[in-house]
């Protein structure tokens, strides 16, 4: 039952224990998909409470792919601020946070976009090939 309390590798993020939440559709973002304050207030909650890790919920990559009415995205520059925001109040707290993309019909992701960046930018500064 102690390994549950200490710190966990997955590589190549150490979390500061094994409690994790994962993905739930929370609907906290505007019609735009841009996220609203009260889910970045919930994130910085969760990580002060001290989870390990926080998956966000899913966020579309290309806007044909937004699925319901609320969900937030990461395929256009306006999402990125508030997402910053959300991965700065994890962090700020000792947390680390990750998300699911929401696969789109009949697109493709582009790799050489400024979301995709700074979703994996922390991967490839490391060395890691998330290609």
Excluded at 37 to 49: F, M, Q, R, T
Excluded at 78 to 105: D, F, W, Y
Aim: a positive charge; charged letters at 25%; hydrophobic letters at 35%.
């Amino acid at each position: 039952m102690t390994t549950l309390f200490e710190p966990y590798k997955i590589d190549p993020m150490s979390i500061r224990n094994r409690f994790v939440r994962s993905a739930t559709t929370s609907y906290w973002s505007d019609e735009g998909g841009v996220i609203r304050p009260e889910i970045v207030e919930l994130y910085h909650n969760l990580a002060k409470g001290e989870l390990g890790l926080i998956v966000k919920g899913h966020l579309y990559v290309a806007d044909v792919g937004k699925a319901h009415v609320g969900m937030a995205g990461i395929s256009r520059e306006e999402h990125i601020p508030k997402l910053m925001e959300l991965t700065e109040a994890v962090h700020r707290n000792g947390g680390k946070n990750s998300c699911t993309a929401q696969p789109c019909r009949g697109t493709q992701h582009n790799r050489q976009s400024r979301a995709f960046r700074v979703l994996w930018g922390g991967l490839e500064s490391q060395g890691h090939d998330v290609g």
